[in-house]
């Protein structure tokens, strides 16, 4: 059964960093697209970034571009999103999903485009 799971979260003051972790189990296809998203209290979840196996690219939405990175582990089991320069509006739950329809140029930063879903962790971002 295909599982996701995000930890990491935590209370980091304006400025600082913040390493989240997507670990995955329950797959062993080549080809899958990890996305993260976030959603604030009172507004809609949205995309912040995605990065596809097909051909290892990573996409970001301009709110996080420049501040955000994903990278995987060596296994390519666990995907990071590593957060610098934090501000208080990045203060979310964040998620990480999972397709299995992507290809080399994906970019797709869409909630209906992801099937698998983990269960959130709290980001927040305050002094």
């Known amino acids: 059964q295909v599982q996701l799971v995000e930890t990491g979260g935590g209370l980091v003051q304006p400025g600082g960093s913040l390493r989240l972790s997507c670990t995955t189990s329950g797959f062993n296809l080549d080809s899958y697209a990890i996305g993260w998203f976030r959603q604030a209290p009172g507004k809609e979840r949205e995309g912040v970034a995605c990065?596809?196996?097909?051909?290892?690219?990573?996409h970001y939405a301009d709110s996080v571009k420049g501040r955000f990175t994903i990278t995987s582990d060596n296994a390519k089991t666990t995907v990071y999103l590593h957060m610098s320069s934090l501000k208080p509006e990045d203060t979310a739950v964040y998620y990480c999903?999972?397709?299995?329809?992507?290809?080399?140029?994906?970019?797709?930063?869409?909630?209906?485009?992801?099937?698998?879903w983990g269960q959130g962790t709290q980001v927040t971002v305050s002094s």
């Open positions: 990065f596809t196996s097909v051909s290892g690219k990573t």
């Open positions: 999903a999972l397709t299995f329809v992507t290809w080399a140029d994906w970019d797709n930063l869409s909630l209906d485009e992801y099937d698998y």
